[in-house]
């Protein structure tokens, strides 16, 4: 079988040669690498977390095949009510920093237009762009322009020249998943107006640390930004940040703001910078640290899992996220211990979970299921309470294991 990864040697970012192991999280399959029952069983890759000592980039030893992890994707952001709920408030957000009556907007890995559909009800000129040719035809056929393609510094040019150039270009959560990081930066640039925002949104590597999301490490996210390590890419290709915002996104996220041209820093961005340059210090040997925290937190969620399946038999789990394939993978949970993932992406239901090969089943089934158990393993903790509302509305009276963040517990 072809090899569908290699292993870096150097920097992503700069280059260097300085890479050094910070946690190894062991072979594993790509997270969304999930697979019917009747077909071969997803290649394992090795997931390992390295550190640059030249510029301090956080970053994955090994790359994987971005056609065989975006060419087909199964995240869908519209299944989300807190995406949704966040998509105003993001629109709202992006449009105060431009005085356009109508801007043309566009969004690098648009998924399935969520977010475009905001700015296009408030009266703007819309394009996405997306890799994943079956998520980018739900777009389309809900009335989002889309390209179905990588976006990168080639693609901005011909975007350019069909189309103008764009008055706020945003990123949600793709830059930490880009091969190409700097042909996908330099093609913001390029397809920037002269006077045009730029947005990135990207998971606060703070939070790994402080609250030991190790489950947010998987082979899709190549890079672990801090604002520190964001602002030295930005400021590589002639973009300079101005303002910040957070968001909820993916268990808390940073939303940065940047032009062409320096603009005054808000206060809000001035205060965050300081605070995250002096945590920057000493940055590997927290990542150190963090590494040591990962495997005792392993040890008391398998001690923690077990238990209840040997007082009561297999558990069901939430959330068949990318990020839950990390979390099973290294703590060697299965289908011996968990029956069923309940998972709302019509996308996932009837496929295995890649690596702990756990049935997917769908809300509706699995709230048919949900009387027979009395815990519920909540792999999409970042999702928690919206999750627990809605399966404590449609009648389970259990108890649920919510694994992050911080020590697992049983509430």
């Not at 065989?68 to 709920?85: H, K, M, Q, R």
């Not at 398998?302 to 990020?323: C, D, H, P, T, W």
């Amino acid at each position: 079988m072809k090899e569908i990864f290699e292993t870096i040697d150097h920097c992503r970012i700069c280059y260097s040669y300085e890479l050094v192991e910070i946690l190894n999280l062991g072979d594993q399959p790509p997270g969304n690498s999930l697979f019917k029952k009747s077909a071969r069983k997803p290649q394992n890759v090795p997931l390992r977390l390295v550190f640059c000592e030249k510029c301090s980039t956080v970053q994955l030893g090994e790359d994987v095949d971005p056609e065989y992890l975006f060419g087909e994707y199964l995240w869908v952001t519209g299944t989300s009510v807190t995406a949704l709920d966040y998509s105003e408030e993001f629109t709202k957000k992006a449009l105060e920093n431009t005085n356009k009556k109508k801007p043309f907007i566009v969004e690098v890995a648009s998924n399935d237009g969520t977010f475009l559909q905001q700015f296009q009800n408030s009266g703007c000129k819309v394009l996405g762009v997306d890799p994943a040719k079956n998520i980018s035809e739900i777009a389309s056929k809900n009335g989002i322009p889309t390209h179905a393609d990588f976006f990168t510094r080639d693609l901005a040019k011909k975007i350019l020249s069909k189309y103008q150039s764009a008055d706020i270009v945003y990123a949600r959560n793709v830059i930490p998943h880009v091969k190409e990081i700097h042909s996908v930066i330099d093609g913001i640039k390029t397809i920037l107006d002269v006077d045009g925002i730029g947005i990135i949104e990207f998971h606060n590597a703070k939070l790994l640390l402080e609250q030991l999301h190790y489950d947010y490490i998987y082979h899709e996210h190549l890079f672990y930004y801090s604002l520190t390590s964001i602002d030295y890419l930005l400021k590589k290709h002639g973009l300079f940040i101005f303002d910040v915002m957070e968001s909820p996104i993916s268990g808390g996220s940073w939303v940065v703001y940047f032009t062409k041209d320096q603009r005054d820093k808000t206060e809000v961005y001035k205060n965050a910078q300081t605070l995250d340059a002096v945590q920057h210090d000493s940055q590997y040997e927290k990542w150190v640290e963090f590494s040591v925290n990962v495997k005792k937190h392993a040890e008391k969620l398998i001690g923690l899992v077990k238990k209840e399946v040997i007082n009561s038999g297999k558990l069901i789990a939430y959330g068949a996220s990318a990020r839950s394939s990390t979390l099973l993978n290294y703590c060697g949970l299965n289908s011996n211990h968990i029956s069923v993932v309940i998972d709302k992406n019509p996308l996932k239901q009837g496929l295995l979970t890649a690596g702990s090969n756990i049935p997917i089943v769908s809300f509706q089934d699995g709230v048919r299921l949900i009387k027979e158990v009395d815990v519920i393993l909540l792999l999409a903790w970042n999702f928690k309470d919206e999750i627990i509302h809605e399966l404590v509305t449609a009648g389970y009276q259990g108890k649920f294991i919510i694994p992050l963040p911080g020590d697992p517990k049983k509430i």
